[in-house]
């Protein structure tokens, strides 16, 4: 295994960041990964598992050693009358494996499709988007600590999910790489039409009675339609997470803004839209130097071209400090800064 030092991380994270890494490995087997770690000269380094970059703002360099997750395939586990266990190496594509279990007609991920990045960073925020997480179908996950290589298994309790979060992003941050994810899918799906715009979407392309593959590719016209591709201009999606707060809170301010978008969350509690308080802010589309809030989509954070970490954090500071000050509401970031 090839050990790279110095290495430009600029295409290898979805805003774009020219940062460096001082060592860098591509992780393909698990044996690569165990020695590696194991290595006299890297055992005390930093580590950073990286997947595809999609969710990660690097603010300067990242002096120690990157492990770019690189492992392969997918496999069918186990089955039932009524379900597949499909698991899949922490390298996979996501969008890869939607479009495979998709393919076969197991369902319970396609609200999911085209989500960037890979299957191994699909548990640590606990994706979602329209009406779905990974906590929904997600069985068991393998793990390497990077102290001492030792293989640990989590299910869906142990990792403590919640709205893009997991123990992953807390306690044992940085701790562990993900070396594969089993997912329980189902042999008779049940289909979750119930976020608005896939309805509207299935009734423009005249699907009276959907499929998986139909809900599938509903989202992808969705998401095509208002996501800036990455390709093209440099962002990791949703930067801040939309704010649960006490529905009292909610109901205030409903008063003075009719048009504030809440959905029921957890024990008394409203999510708000961060996308709507962002725009009545002012940011939507507004640039400033290199970056600025994504013109369709407010909660989006993005790099116009050549903008620094620094200069992304700098900006969302400045939209969370107008949102606290209209609002009362605190913005959490939902990118991974480094
Ligand atoms: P990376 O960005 O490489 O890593 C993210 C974090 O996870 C880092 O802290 C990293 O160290 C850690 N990590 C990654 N892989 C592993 C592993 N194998 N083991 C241990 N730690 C690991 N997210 C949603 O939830 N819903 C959406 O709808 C959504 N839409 C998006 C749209 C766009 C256009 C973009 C750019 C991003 C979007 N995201 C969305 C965010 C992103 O796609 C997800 O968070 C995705 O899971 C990140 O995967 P990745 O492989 O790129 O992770
Ligand atoms: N809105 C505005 N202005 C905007 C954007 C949104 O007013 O510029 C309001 C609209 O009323 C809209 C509502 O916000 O109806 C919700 O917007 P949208 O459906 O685009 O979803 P979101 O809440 O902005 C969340 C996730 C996305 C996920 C979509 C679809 C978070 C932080 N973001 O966005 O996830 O794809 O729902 O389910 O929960 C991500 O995590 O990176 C991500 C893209």
Redesign the pocket.
């Known amino acids: 295994m090839v050990i790279e030092k110095d290495k430009s991380l600029k295409h290898l994270n979805t805003f774009g960041i020219d940062a460096k890494a001082s060592y860098y490995a591509e992780i393909r087997t698990i044996e690569d990964l165990c020695a590696v770690i194991l290595h006299p000269m890297y055992r005390s380094a930093p580590k950073l598992i990286l997947g595809g970059g999609s969710?990660i703002l690097f603010k300067q360099n990242f002096n120690g050693l990157i492990l770019h997750n690189l492992l392969q395939g997918i496999e069918l586990l186990n089955e039932d009358e009524n379900f597949v266990f499909l698991k899949a190496g922490a390298g996979v594509i996501w969008h890869e494996f939607v479009l495979y279990a998709v393919q076969h007609g197991w369902g319970g991920i396609e609200n999911l499709s085209l989500?960037p990045g890979t299957v191994g960073a699909s548990p640590i925020?606990n994706?979602?988007?329209?009406?779905t997480e990974i906590k929904d179908t997600f069985y068991e996950l393998e793990a390497i600590d990077l102290q001492d290589a030792t293989t640990h298994r989590f299910n869906a309790t142990a990792c403590g999910f919640g709205?893009?979060d997991s123990i992953f992003k807390r306690e044992a941050k940085g701790r562990f790489m993900i070396v594969s994810v089993t997912f329980r899918l189902s042999k008779s799906p049940v289909l979750n039409t119930r976020?608005g715009?896939i309805e509207q979407e299935l009734q423009a392309e005249g699907v009276t009675q959907p499929t998986i593959q139909d809900v599938s590719k509903a989202v992808i016209a969705i998401?095509s339609s208002?996501?800036p591709d990455p390709k093209i201009i440099g962002n990791?999606?949703?930067f801040?997470?939309?704010p649960e707060i006490p529905t009292s809170q909610f109901e205030t301010l409903k008063a003075v803004f009719p048009?504030l978008?809440g959905y029921p969350g957890l024990e008394g509690t409203t999510k708000v839209?961060?996308?709507?308080l962002?725009?009545q802010c002012g940011w939507?589309g507004k640039v400033i130097g290199k970056v600025g809030?994504?013109r369709?989509?407010?909660?989006?954070l993005v790099n116009h071209g050549g903008a620094t970490g620094q200069e992304l954090i700098d900006h969302a500071v400045r939209v969370q400090d107008s949102v606290l000050e209209k609002f009362g509401i605190h913005l959490e970031m939902?990118v991974n800064i480094l």
């Open positions: 969710n989500i925020q994706i979602g988007a329209y009406g709205y893009r976020y715009a998401r208002k996501l990791a999606g949703s801040f997470k939309n048009e978008p839209a961060a996308g709507y962002i725009e939507k809030m994504h369709q989509q407010a909660l989006v939902e």
